[in-house]
């Protein structure tokens, strides 16, 4: 038997094998989301950043927001982050924002987290009535896009990465919000 005939031979052998691992390989480093497509009004619902700044829900509207249930403990929520960062300074110019409320129990731990990684998007606790607007939060990583009307449009159930972010912001970006809608805002910095 030849070389090649051999290495034919051995590779029939074990594909089943290798399509398997690359199957587990596609799911770690790409696991499935769900993406839901919604238009459900919100409660405007206050909420302070872990910098200190206030804010409310309403106060965003005029901007295209990504709201992201996450955890320190999450290994899909820290592969996630990344893309997010990337794409939030890629669009922030354009009245995009995120928004990643941490269902962690200490808030310490969170902000070394933010800090250590260098995240620059906003970060807050989520206390149990912004979990309830948004869902209920039933898993993370866990992201909602808002509109510019502040209508939930999207929830998307498991990691988002940048592809998948661009596909679901970028028709909302271009659209205007409604006449209705009050100016937006960016959270206010609290007095110390």
Request: aromatic share 10%; charged share 20%; net charge positive.
């Amino acid at each position: 038997m030849n070389p090649t005939e051999r290495i034919k031979k051995h590779f029939k052998k074990h594909i089943v094998t290798l399509l398997l691992i690359g199957l587990i390989a596609y799911i770690w480093f790409r696991p499935p989301a769900t993406v839901t497509d919604l238009n459900q009004a919100l409660p405007n619902l206050p909420f302070t950043t872990l910098d200190g700044r206030s804010g409310t829900l309403d106060g965003l509207r005029g901007k295209v927001v990504l709201v992201n249930f996450w955890a320190t403990w999450c290994p899909y929520c820290r592969k996630e982050m990344p893309a997010m960062q990337r794409f939030y300074q890629d669009y922030q110019g354009q009245g995009f924002e995120i928004i990643a409320f941490s269902i962690d129990d200490d808030p310490a731990k969170v902000v070394q987290f933010m800090r250590e990684e260098g995240y620059t998007f906003a970060a807050a606790m989520a206390d149990g009535d912004i979990q309830q607007a948004f869902g209920p939060v039933s898993q993370v990583p866990m992201s909602m896009i808002v509109d510019r009307d502040g209508r939930l449009r999207h929830k998307i159930k498991g990691q988002v990465y940048y592809g998948r972010i661009e596909d679901l912001v970028q028709p909302l970006l271009a659209s205007q919000p409604s006449p209705s809608q009050s100016s937006p805002s960016q959270p206010s910095r609290s007095p110390r």
